[in-house]
């Protein structure tokens, strides 16, 4: 079954604006992380976030965790132009060096 | 900051062909992995690897796939008799501190 799915699958804003990106998922989980794809490129680890925490921020992320509901949501504010790519949530289930799973992405345009 | 190699970048191979894709995972790193990502879909998860052997595979990971850490540093992914469907880019990622994956490049894999 499919573990992580985001929404909106794209998000198109303009250059200041918050962008909120949302991630649900099935099964239970030791952390989910959010992960940044320029195009063409590789994935790029942006923030972890545990099962006993409810919320972090680095820089201009945030990030939400609802265990109850299943669910995270990533926040960007103040976009940038350069915020402009695909960004991704993955569970891993046990912490134990297992796979992270991966959603389809949600891809974010932020106009100049 | 340290970085997942891959190479190549790009591989072109007729249908039936056997490939080799290759990998430098971050030197300290003890846990690898093999995905997929398919043009605009989601990264599948197809093998993690530890202590010379692997620990999980997925569905995709079949009786054509193997990987091998023939050294100190390389860890390779070979598809024995690539099939059309085997289109797709490839990633390796490295498991560091903290469970947080650090992606390679990719190899755009093209099977004619």
């Known amino acids: 079954s499919q573990q992580g799915e985001e929404d909106p699958q794209a998000l198109s804003i303009q250059e200041g604006e918050n962008a909120t990106m949302n991630c649900s998922y099935k099964?239970?989980?030791?952390?989910l992380q959010w992960y940044r794809q320029n195009s063409g490129r590789g994935l790029v680890h942006l923030i972890l976030?545990?099962?006993?925490?409810r919320e972090k921020h680095s820089g201009r992320l945030r990030v939400t965790l609802d265990t109850s509901k299943k669910s995270s949501s990533l926040l960007i504010t103040a976009s940038r132009a350069a915020d402009t790519a695909s960004y991704f949530c993955?569970?891993?289930?046990?912490?134990?060096?297992?796979?992270?799973?991966f959603g389809k992405g949600i891809t974010l345009s932020v106009r100049p | 900051e340290p970085e997942v190699t891959q190479t190549p970048s790009h591989q072109v191979t007729q249908m039936g062909q056997e490939v080799i894709l290759r990998c430098v995972p971050i030197s300290n790193h003890l846990y690898f992995y093999w995905y997929r990502q398919i043009l605009g879909q989601k990264v599948e998860f197809l093998v993690s690897?530890?202590?010379?052997?692997?620990?999980?595979k997925s569905e995709i990971f079949d009786d054509q796939f193997s990987v091998e850490r023939p050294d100190g540093s390389n860890f390779t992914l070979k598809i024995r008799s690539t099939k059309l469907e085997d289109s797709a880019m490839y990633f390796c990622?490295?498991?560091?501190?903290?469970?947080?994956?650090?992606f390679g490049s990719g190899t755009q894999l093209s099977v004619l």
């Open positions: 976030i545990r099962s006993n925490e």
């Open positions: 099964t239970s989980i030791n952390n």
């Open positions: 990622a490295s498991r560091g501190a903290l469970g947080k994956l650090f």
């Open positions: 993955a569970t891993d289930a046990t912490g134990a060096n297992s796979k992270l799973t």
């Open positions: 690897f530890y202590n010379n052997e692997i620990s999980e």
